[in-house]
């Protein structure tokens, strides 16, 4: 579990990277738009910032949704669509969705492995001995259960 967590940590700390800028883009073209922009900002540093992981997990969601969000709000502008920054920002995010979701579910599988262990007889014992734990499913949020479509036109 811990390995295929740390595959996800890589991939959200690529998106993490990316936050700044796409909201700098954006916001240059959008004032309309602060709100999602400073929740955006905020689950980051949250994210960023969180030490247990279930408290990462769940700003992860929020963050996502929210950039969910910003891009299809970023369709109401055709400057910004037209940006070849933004244009490769949202490049880059897509990719790194797809990336993420690919973590995300051989980490879930793994916990899902690693729990039935912990429940089914004999590791019950040997898990219980050693004081193994259950893992925390990384859930897609509400808004995330697929990658966003992006226009890239």
């Known amino acids: 579990m811990q390995e295929a967590w740390s595959i996800i940590d890589v991939y959200l700390k690529k998106r993490h990277d990316l936050v700044p800028t796409l ?4 916001k240059g073209y959008s004032q309309h738009e602060q709100n999602t922009l400073e929740e955006i900002t905020r689950y980051r540093s949250e994210a960023l ?3 247990r992981q279930e408290v990462q997990i769940t700003s992860e969601s929020r963050l996502t949704t929210q950039l969910d969000r910003l891009l299809v709000v970023a369709e109401k502008y055709p400057e910004l669509k037209a940006n070849e920054n933004f ?3 949202q490049k880059q995010l897509s990719s790194l969705e797809n990336d993420l979701e690919k973590a995300r579910r051989y980490y879930n599988g793994t916990v899902r492995e690693n729990n039935i ?3 089914s007889f004999p590791t019950n014992i040997i898990g219980n001995l050693f004081s193994f734990q259950k893992g925390l499913f990384f859930q897609a949020g509400t808004n995330e259960k697929s990658t966003p479509e992006i226009s890239f036109s």
Not at 23 to 26: A, L, S
């Open 49 to 51: 910032q969180a030490n």
């Open 117 to 119: 262990a912990l429940e």
């Open 87 to 89: 244009l490769n920002l």
């Open 23 to 26: 909201v700098d883009i954006v």
